[in-house]
């Protein structure tokens, strides 16, 4: 009679336990929104689409050429940023899958870093790929002294570095701001929280808009001088075939930079809700390889060996 009695008690105390545990379930399930859903689709598609495209063109970059031409190089640091930007995508897609953060802070913020860092630095060498277009084909022989793989890495060198400054009073005033929140707040705009933005987020935010606005410039400026020299210098079959590759590439630059500046300006509008831009701007990632195709007359060719 005791045993079963205890029997029912146990029984008892399990019912009455099931439900709040459900209720628990459930209510981190309803905290996934259905926008939540689709900014996790968007990451695991470019994710599955960006990894093997820029796997495949690094190895062919690597494997195939001796890196001894500037846009080598520049393509072979583009390509490496856009990869280290891919490997953060897994945890944005849990976190929107979840609405949960199980890492700490600092994994938060070595994400977040990656996203932005991605922004200057594919910006930067898309730059320096159309500057050493237009070094190659409006001046040939006065910049071949310009023109080298040792300056190349010094150009790649600058870059990195400068994207090294500007993280470090950035990632600390990101840290303070993550310490300040009990909720998780990562991923989410941390410009939006306060009326006042501090003096390092406007500083960041603006540089950034004032560097996008800039290697736009002389994107644009290198593309007309290189098309008004194929223009002169060219016959009329190899016109038709070089002006549609230049402006292809110039489309292309185009929509690059137009994946990168949303995210900072909606930042200097204190936009409460700026995923939707992110997924616009990681996007970019599924786009470079294809700038390597065409910019890079002997991509797919293996690189001469010389005798």
Same mark, same amino acid.
């Given at each position: 009679? %005791?045993?079963?009695?205890?029997?029912?008690?146990?029984?008892?105390?399990?019912?009455?336990?099931?439900?709040?545990?459900?209720?628990?379930?459930?209510?981190?399930?309803?905290?996934?929104? @259905?926008?939540?859903?689709?900014?996790?689709?968007?990451?695991?598609?470019?994710?599955? *689409?960006?990894?093997?495209?820029?796997?495949?063109?690094?190895?062919?970059?690597?494997?195939?050429?001796?890196?001894?031409?500037?846009?080598?190089?520049?393509?072979?640091?583009?390509?490496?940023?856009?990869? !280290? !930007?891919?490997?953060?995508?897994?945890?944005?897609?849990?976190?929107?899958? @979840?609405?949960?953060?199980?890492?700490?802070?600092?994994?938060?913020?070595?994400?977040?870093?990656?996203?932005?860092? %991605?922004?200057?630095?594919?910006?930067?060498?898309?730059?320096?790929?159309?500057?050493?277009?237009?070094?190659?084909?409006?001046?040939?022989?006065?910049?071949?002294?310009?023109?080298?793989?040792?300056?190349?890495?010094?150009?790649?060198?600058?870059?990195?570095?400068?994207?090294?400054?500007?993280?470090?009073?950035?990632?600390?005033?990101?840290?303070?701001?993550?310490?300040?929140?009990?909720?998780?707040?990562?991923?989410?705009?941390?410009?939006?929280?306060?009326?006042?933005?501090?003096?390092?987020?406007?500083?960041?935010?603006?540089?950034? *808009?004032?560097?996008?606005?800039?290697?736009?410039?002389?994107? *644009?400026?290198?593309?007309?001088?290189?098309?008004?020299?194929?223009?002169?210098?060219?016959?009329?079959?190899?016109?038709?075939?070089?002006?549609?590759?230049?402006?292809?590439?110039?489309?292309?630059?185009?929509?690059?930079?137009?994946?990168?500046?949303?995210?900072?300006?909606?930042?200097?509008?204190?936009?409460?809700?700026?995923?939707?831009?992110?997924?616009? @701007?990681?996007?970019?990632?599924?786009?470079?390889? !294809?700038?390597?195709?065409?910019?890079?007359?002997?991509?797919?060719?293996?690189?001469?060996?010389?005798?």
């Amino acid at each position: 009679m %005791n045993s079963t009695e205890g029997h029912v008690r146990c029984l008892a105390a399990i019912l009455h336990k099931g439900p709040k545990r459900t209720s628990f379930l459930i209510m981190n399930t309803s905290n996934v929104t @259905t926008e939540d859903r689709v900014y996790a689709g968007v990451f695991g598609c470019v994710m599955m *689409i960006g990894l093997p495209l820029n796997a495949v063109a690094l190895w062919i970059l690597l494997r195939r050429h001796s890196l001894k031409s500037p846009h080598a190089v520049f393509m072979v640091n583009l390509a490496f940023s856009d990869l !280290l !930007l891919i490997i953060s995508l897994p945890m944005r897609i849990y976190f929107h899958a @979840t609405r949960e953060w199980p890492l700490s802070n600092m994994a938060c913020l070595i994400i977040t870093m990656l996203f932005r860092d %991605n922004i200057r630095s594919s910006s930067m060498f898309i730059t320096f790929i159309s500057v050493d277009r237009l070094l190659a084909v409006v001046y040939p022989l006065r910049s071949r002294h310009l023109r080298t793989s040792s300056n190349a890495w010094k150009g790649a060198a600058f870059v990195w570095s400068f994207i090294l400054v500007v993280n470090i009073p950035e990632s600390l005033d990101f840290l303070e701001h993550l310490q300040d929140h009990t909720q998780p707040t990562c991923f989410k705009s941390y410009y939006s929280y306060e009326p006042l933005l501090s003096k390092t987020r406007l500083a960041v935010i603006y540089l950034q *808009i004032v560097l996008l606005v800039t290697m736009l410039t002389v994107n *644009i400026v290198c593309t007309v001088m290189v098309s008004w020299t194929l223009h002169r210098h060219l016959s009329d079959s190899a016109k038709v075939n070089n002006k549609m590759k230049v402006m292809l590439i110039f489309v292309m630059n185009l929509v690059l930079f137009a994946m990168f500046l949303p995210v900072p300006i909606g930042m200097a509008a204190h936009g409460k809700e700026i995923m939707p831009l992110v997924c616009l @701007t990681v996007s970019n990632c599924c786009l470079d390889p !294809l700038l390597y195709y065409f910019s890079f007359d002997s991509f797919w060719k293996k690189k001469e060996i010389s005798r």
